[in-house]
């Protein structure tokens, strides 16, 4: 066996390979164990690692799998954002603030249990989950396995250096604004924000005030398709998303740009330009009808919309912690900010929403898929925003990810594809957004961008 190969071989190819016999569950949990007491001390992806829970689950799915019995994940480790309740584990949220041990899990992980999964640890994120960076005043600074004086993102940044660093072979983040597909294109990984009540938030429901989903991040589209078949609340396409995923997608009209949602606030990095024109020719290539055209973005309505939801959730979010005297000071000046923001305005902002996904998703009218950069540029470096005060930490971030939080507000899905990188060695990636519940056709043209541009034998930095 081949320590490398199967570590990074993805939590569904890992899954064939336990009903197979080539490895057994604890002999995969200890191969992970291993290498985060090797290499999670620079990176620090986790929070808290499960080693003796892990052990015990492995023990019992390695009995499971002795007895006959198949599941897709049974016995595959799986890595959990500290916002996602683990029961017998507090969810700390990267803050000192936090309450009590859980009771039980998350909806989304007890049906990833359901499905065999053993949870190997929880993952770091910044303070709240606000920012997009992965550093906190209680829980230290995460650090970008491509170079580790690079942020990996956020708010998932922990998810996504466990799984970019070969230290598990996925994991769950959410995404409120990019909070999965920003660390996702950090870490060259795939990461996809399904549509809105898709994945089950409980008891989280209604995060950031609809702004919030959880989803996967996954070295391979199959991995992203199969959380998505084993979590989903909704309907399944035909046959479920692994097998839309496997399926050549049909000849579709592809709308490209990298105009920013956020108008002269963002300015497009070169590599990240380049990633977006080089996608065009590829799914000319492939037969796909592509022509330049951005969606309707509305700048000032979204980013309003967008914006007053993100600080009341903050608000709504910092008012269940039992301990907000540890609070750091730009989360605490975030959330009086939201806490202008009554019920009733903003009842009104919510209510605007069904017009913006109109006039964002007229493009549909005449595309089947929009393509855009994942982010405007590479990842700042480590402590960029040390110190800094909430406003200012706001302005210096947002322009970085502006593709982003706009499809949060209208609800639909979005996913990353890694591209390519940059002239400093670091990952780019494109965004392909789909139609409301659309997620099947995102995964099939992934898929087929996954086999006419690879990426998962990339390794970073430290793996």
């Not at 959880?214 to 199969?226: F, K, Q, S, Y």
């Amino acid at each position: 066996m081949d320590v490398t190969t199967t570590v990074f071989a993805g939590a569904a190819k890992q899954g064939r390979m336990l009903a197979a016999g080539e490895i057994t569950a604890p002999e995969l949990v200890e191969l992970y164990l291993d290498r985060i007491a090797r290499l999670d001390g620079e990176l620090n992806a986790y929070r808290v690692v499960r080693s003796a829970g892990a052990r015990r689950e492995a023990a019992e799915a390695q009995r499971r799998i002795d007895a006959g019995e198949r599941l897709p994940l049974l016995g595959v480790p799986i890595a959990i954002k500290d916002d996602v309740d683990v029961a017998g584990e507090v969810t700390a949220w990267g803050t000192a603030a936090h309450g009590p041990v859980k009771a039980r899990d998350a909806l989304v992980v007890e049906r990833l249990r359901d499905a065999g999964a053993i949870v190997i640890g929880k993952t770091n994120v910044p303070e709240m989950t606000i920012w997009p960076f992965t550093e906190s005043a209680t829980f230290g600074v995460t650090r970008n396995p491509w170079d580790p004086s690079r942020s990996p993102g956020g708010s998932s940044g922990g998810t996504a250096v466990a799984v970019a660093a070969g230290l598990a072979p996925f994991g769950v983040g959410s995404d409120g604004g990019g909070s999965i597909r920003t660390p996702a294109t950090w870490c060259g990984l795939y990461g996809i924000k399904p549509q809105r009540d898709r994945v089950p938030l409980a008891p989280h429901d209604d995060g950031w005030q609809g702004l919030i989903v959880n989803g996967p991040i996954t070295r391979t589209v199959e991995d992203a398709a199969l959380f998505l078949d084993v979590t989903t609340t909704t309907p399944l396409p035909n046959g479920g998303f692994v097998a839309a995923a496997a399926r050549a997608p049909v000849r579709l009209r592809i709308a490209f740009s990298t105009k920013s949602p956020l108008g002269p606030v963002a300015s497009v990095g070169n590599a990240q330009q380049s990633a977006v024109t080089e996608a065009a020719t590829m799914l000319r290539s492939l037969g796909h009808d592509v022509v330049e055209r951005a969606p309707d973005y509305a700048p000032l309505s979204a980013g309003w919309n967008v914006m007053a939801r993100y600080l009341r959730g903050i608000s709504d979010d910092v008012a269940t912690m039992p301990h907000p005297e540890h609070l750091e000071a730009r989360t605490r000046s975030m959330a009086r900010a939201g806490r202008r923001l009554s019920d009733a305005r903003i009842a009104k902002v919510r209510a605007r929403e069904p017009a913006l996904a109109a006039r964002v998703n007229a493009i549909f009218d005449d595309a089947d898929v929009v393509l855009t950069p994942g982010t405007a540029t590479g990842p700042p470096r480590v402590g960029a925003f040390a110190k800094r005060g909430a406003f200012v930490t706001v302005n210096a971030t947002m322009g970085r990810s502006p593709f982003q939080a706009i499809f949060n507000a209208t609800g639909q899905p979005a996913a990353v594809v890694p591209w390519g990188l940059d002239r400093t060695g670091l990952p780019t990636s494109i965004q392909l957004v789909g139609r409301p519940f659309d997620e099947a056709t995102l995964l099939a043209l992934s898929a087929q961008i996954e086999t006419a541009k690879p990426w998962a034998a990339r390794r970073p930095v430290i793996s």
